[in-house]
């Protein structure tokens, strides 16, 4: 009988260590040598490390071989987990690190099920006391990458900042329930295929991923059924529980704060921060939101920002010289990648500062071929243009793709400078019935440089000609003064420089915004049918450009009925619940002349 009972007991502690700290590691894969172009590498692909809740991660681990000493070393824990990530690891063995490329668990030989961002604040923790505790680490770890990558640095800190992580490098970062999968309350349908792209396998479904006919075709048929949202995997024939689940939570609520830093968490983030983002960058909402609250919590935070005009993708690595019909000014053309390792030298090897980094702040001025530097985002301006949205037409001729919207006339309403008569608007009429044209509602632009513009049932207001250059810094602001027929609509806002030669620049992405949300991203607070609201701006994508003399800004605003966002019928159950038969009546969009917004500028 005593025996039996040792025995339970011996067999209970075990379990108990097998799902506890008492857990001991997998043995660690002995390190294989290559060489390559001269260089020697000490390799380790395969190697597994445990969590604290027994799931594995896979991590691979390239170091220089005739590296003597410990080092510190780079850490990018992604969830795109891909064959040729050895190369990754060998760069920063290159650059004098020991590289560590991580998957998300479930990714590459994890066991375990894929999920999405709910454990990386603690995996990646966990990570980094891994590294810190082998002997080729000189407890100094550094990580960097962009979107996904970007947010696993912010989580890795959302608890507490690891003792050996001196530095994070997050490029265009996504900011899950901020700036993804929605954007200031609408959601997006680019990510719905996403899930899959991630999920479907251990690396990446790029067989799926890439076929963008069939999420053309299924965007098309959704948008023409009109059926809710959150079936569209339905139409799809596969199923998404990911899309479902996320759609479960329009607002900012637990879900989404237990994946990231939140409010005072934010604190005690005292290590430097290096982030990069692009004007046309998706991403820039998520790199802005981590910036404005890491520093509006840590008055001390050390946060360095690098912007330009890049893309999602240019903002990462390498810029393209030319994008959407723009040729970047050559200053702008830099090595994203070298900068980063520049910083870590800066940063773990005590070797100087980028020279790029002269300030908090460095964007580079489109137009001027220079770079700005400010010590925040406010004092990159030192002056503020405010127009008022009339309903006066301003005789400004322009070309548009679509006159309609502006009762067949071609031209612009007024940005007055002057207060208009607050009872004054415009009135725009969305059928949410008619899915007779798929692009009637447009409004935006296809390259950054165009001959015309896409108004399509909104309106656009131009201010006069200025009759001196000046540089146009920062995210513009304001209020929207409406009143609707429903309890809720989404809109769009867009900005634009109309060259003197009639060409328009589209100076950043266009602003989205529910009405419901951009009061509050944590309540949902419905508008009271043909009542006047006046609705702040959200986050709004900033830019730097220098206008020239001669120059017009024009505003272009919408309400949103289109193919590859969700449709927010009004009348204030989930959006995501939504199906054309609450259409019922038009809605109706006044736009009053309070309507107002403010430009920062810099003026010499």
């Not at 959704?222 to 939570?249: C, I, T």
Request: hydrophobic residues 35%; glycine residues 8%; contains cysteine.
């Amino acid at each position: 009988m005593k025996n039996s009972i040792n025995k339970i007991f011996i067999l209970a502690v075990v379990a108990l260590c097998f799902v506890t700290s008492c857990k001991e590691q997998a043995p660690v894969q002995t390190p294989r040598t290559i060489t390559e172009d001269g260089k020697t590498y000490l390799v380790q692909d395969s190697i597994l490390i445990s969590t604290g809740d027994g799931a594995r991660i896979h991590a691979i681990v390239v170091r220089n071989a005739e590296a003597s000493e410990p080092s510190p070393a780079v850490l990018f824990h992604t969830i795109y987990a891909r064959k040729s990530d050895l190369k990754r690891a060998k760069m920063a063995a290159d650059h004098g690190y020991v590289g560590v490329v991580s998957y998300t668990r479930g990714k590459g030989l994890s066991p375990d099920s894929i999920v999405p961002y709910k454990y990386e604040a603690t995996d990646t923790y966990e990570l980094i006391d891994w590294i810190s505790k082998q002997d080729w680490s000189n407890q100094k770890v550094g990580m960097y990458g962009g979107s996904y990558v970007g947010f696993t640095q912010w989580a890795s800190v959302k608890h507490k900042v690891h003792s050996a992580l001196k530095t994070i490098v997050p490029s265009v970062s996504a900011a899950p329930g901020i700036a993804e999968p929605m954007e200031n309350g609408v959601y997006f349908n680019f990510h719905f295929p996403w899930h899959h792209y991630v999920s479907n396998n251990k690396y990446l479904d790029t067989t799926l991923y890439y076929n963008g006919q069939r999420w053309r075709d299924l965007n098309i048929k959704w948008f023409e059924k009109g059926v809710a949202y959150n079936v569209m995997d339905s139409l799809d024939g596969l199923p998404n529980p990911q899309f479902r689940e996320r759609l479960l939570h329009p607002t900012y609520d637990a879900y989404w704060q237990n994946m990231m830093p939140y409010q005072e968490e934010f604190a005690h983030i005292n290590i430097p921060v290096l982030a990069t983002t692009g004007y046309y960058d998706g991403g820039q909402i998520g790199t802005q939101y981590y910036l404005n609250e890491h520093t509006k919590y840590n008055k001390n935070a050390e946060h360095y920002l690098v912007i330009g005009p890049y893309t999602h993708f240019g903002a990462q690595e390498k810029p393209n010289a030319h994008i959407f019909g723009y040729d970047i000014d050559p200053v702008a053309q830099i090595d994203i990648t070298e900068l980063i390792f520049d910083w870590f030298d800066y940063v773990l090897k005590g070797e100087a500062k980028p020279d790029l980094l002269e300030d908090k702040i460095n964007y580079q001025v489109m137009g001027a071929n220079a770079w700005g530097h400010a010590p925040s985002l406010q004092e990159m301006a030192n002056d503020t243009l405010k127009y008022y949205l009339s309903n006066e037409r301003s005789g400004v001729g322009f070309a548009s793709l679509f006159d309609t919207g502006n009762n067949g006339q071609d031209i612009h309403y007024k940005l007055s400078e002057q207060p208009v008569d607050a009872n004054e608007y415009l009135e725009q009429t969305i059928d949410f019935t008619d899915r007779s044209n798929l692009t009637w509602n447009s409004s935006g632009w296809r390259n950054i440089v165009e001959d015309s513009l896409l108004v399509g049932h909104g309106f656009s207001f131009a201010t006069q000609p200025f009759d001196a250059d000046f540089e146009l810094n920062g995210s513009f602001g304001g209020e929207i003064s409406v009143s609707i027929n429903k309890k809720d609509f989404d809109y769009k806002v867009v900005l634009f420089e109309q060259t003197p030669d009639g060409k328009f620049f589209a100076l950043t992405l266009p602003y989205v915004g529910r009405a419901s949300y951009v009061r509050d991203w944590e309540h949902r607070q419905l508008l009271t049918p043909h009542e006047k609201v006046k609705l702040p701006f959200g986050i709004v994508r900033m830019t730097s450009r220098k206008i020239s003399k001669g120059s017009r800004l024009v505003v272009v605003v919408n309400g949103i009925k289109d193919p590859f966002s969700e449709i927010n019928y009004g009348t204030g159950k989930n959006v995501s619940e939504e199906t054309i038969k609450d259409a019922k009546e038009p809605l109706t969009i006044k736009w009053y002349g309070d309507s107002y917004l403010e430009i920062p500028v810099m003026k010499k």
